[in-house]
């Protein structure tokens, strides 16, 4: 099974600022992606992590909003920009592998 | 600990009881269906799986059922313990989509009481 690392595991935010969150697989994976939990809510997907080309994003998240790099297949990046208070939220990296989908443990942004 | 079940619907049982978690999907294309667990402060952890030429599934202590008529999943966790106490997600996919992407359920809150 893949194992996933995420961090930071938590942060407290300035409104305005940006927070660039990495994910790193300790195998490489065809495929990775980010979620978004809000606090009580369920898991939605942000965006697909394409390795060597843009991230494909889900309705109703933009690019400008959460960039995302996947320099190679063990490692992806998604950066938080012009943070609110909306944007507090758990944010999970997850990768597939051998048909599972493994996830990472997280990082809790809460956002000033 | 962490607040997700603030908004969640919840199941309370006792230790060595059986549980039941339902969960109903929305996309008749969806083949392949996985239950989560997430613990406090963790990521969501893979349970079982099952696709759509199945109506049942078990595994160690679980069991999963699907009714593909009325879209419904259960999972059945058997002789519950302390430790199975977790936020449950459900989670579908079109396996014959472009790419590997889980829709997931709203989740169930489950508390077992020693």
């Known amino acids: 099974s893949a194992v996933i690392s995420q961090k930071p595991s938590r942060d407290i935010c300035q409104r305005g600022t940006s927070l660039t969150i990495q994910c790193q697989v300790d195998?490489?994976?065809?495929?990775m992606f980010w979620y978004r939990q809000q606090p009580g809510q369920s898991l939605t997907l942000i965006a697909t992590a394409n390795q060597g080309s843009e991230a494909t994003y889900e309705s109703g998240f933009v690019i400008d909003k959460f960039p995302i790099s996947r320099p190679n297949l063990t490692f992806s990046t998604l950066t938080v920009s012009n943070m609110s208070p909306e944007d507090s939220s758990i944010y999970l990296c997850?990768?597939?592998?051998?048909?599972?989908?493994?996830f990472g443990e997280g990082s809790r942004l809460t956002v000033l | 600990g962490e607040n997700v079940g603030l908004h969640l619907p919840t199941l309370s049982v006792q230790e060595g009881d059986n549980s039941i978690i339902n969960c109903a999907y929305s996309?008749?294309?969806?083949?392949?269906f996985i239950w989560y667990k997430q613990e406090s402060g963790k990521g969501p952890q893979f349970i079982i799986d099952?696709?759509?030429?199945?109506d049942k599934r078990q595994g160690q202590r679980v069991t999963v059922l699907l009714n593909k008529t009325v879209k419904h999943l259960s999972l059945q966790i058997a002789a519950t313990q302390p430790g199975d106490s977790a936020v449950y997600f459900c989670a579908e996919i079109n396996s014959g989509g472009s790419n590997y992407k889980l829709t997931f359920g709203k989740g169930t809150l489950l508390t077992v009481n020693p």
């Open positions: 099952i696709r759509s030429n199945m």
């Open positions: 996309n008749s294309a969806s083949d392949y």
């Open positions: 195998s490489q994976v065809t495929m």
């Open positions: 997850s990768a597939n592998q051998g048909g599972e989908l493994f």
